[in-house]
């Protein structure tokens, strides 16, 4: 994929201020799948947005409101990369929040996305009913992508994962079959589908030439070839 909207984007911005896998491109990528689209008259609540540039890209590429919800990044950081970016609280708003107890209305969002992060809050099967669909308007859209396991790993963990991640941090990595468990107890979700990224090497060697802290361990198993028992997945899925 030539990922030709995520590459207008300053490279030594999005290096700086990534948390993850390259999330523009995962982004880009997961909205070219099953023709999804974002229109400029819908609501995004951009979840788990880190340092903004996912919301920053949904906001220059779809003209989308977007909300741009986030724990551990605080508003006020994101507003003055939001401001740097020429984007107003017309466009963008800023927002703290932990993701079960999301402080909007019901039916609120016309689409939401989640890049890098679901896989933190999200592996009890109860909790996408109980705090994250009824946000979404029926018929609207769930647009996630989580670093995942080509297969389940966890009761013979490979020594090249240990390098970098302990079991706990390993016990969020799971493969799709996983997945399809966990949103097939929403009956209210429709599944539209559940595949394996294709830019899982770019995306992921985008992320260890950063200089965070967190990309710099991660080379370790990376480096051992711990990246041949992973993937990226792309998860869309609707509320019916």
């Not at 990044?73 to 708003?93: A, C, H, Y």
């Not at 013979?156 to 079959?177: C, G, Q, R, V, Y």
Request: net charge negative.
């Amino acid at each position: 994929m030539k990922y030709i909207k995520s590459n207008k984007y300053d490279k030594n911005f999005v290096k700086n201020n990534i948390m993850g896998p390259n999330p523009l491109k995962l982004l880009e990528e997961l909205l070219s799948l099953h023709s999804m689209t974002i229109s400029p008259t819908d609501t995004v609540l951009d979840l788990g947005c880190g340092r903004g540039i996912t919301s920053i890209f949904l906001a220059k590429e779809y003209q989308a409101k977007i909300f741009a919800a986030d724990l551990w990044i605080t508003p006020t950081d994101n507003k003055k990369r939001f401001d740097e970016m020429g984007l107003t609280s017309n466009q963008i708003v800023p927002i703290s929040a932990e993701a079960h107890a999301l402080p909007f209305a019901e039916e609120f969002f016309d689409v939401v996305t989640c890049v890098d992060s679901y896989n933190f809050f999200g592996l009890d099967k109860e909790y996408l009913g109980k705090h994250l669909l009824p946000l979404i308007k029926h018929g609207g859209y769930l647009l996630i992508t989580v670093p995942g396991l080509k297969k389940d790993i966890h009761d013979n963990i490979p020594a090249e994962m240990l390098l970098s991640w302990s079991a706990e941090n390993i016990e969020t990595l799971h493969d799709i079959k996983f997945w399809q468990q966990i949103f097939k107890a929403t009956e209210e979700a429709e599944i539209i589908s559940l595949q394996e990224m294709l830019g899982f090497d770019e995306c992921w060697n985008d992320w260890l030439a950063s200089d965070n802290e967190y990309a710099i361990n991660d080379r370790k198993s990376m480096n051992a070839g711990a990246g041949k028992y992973m993937n990226l997945i792309a998860m869309i899925l609707r509320r019916k």
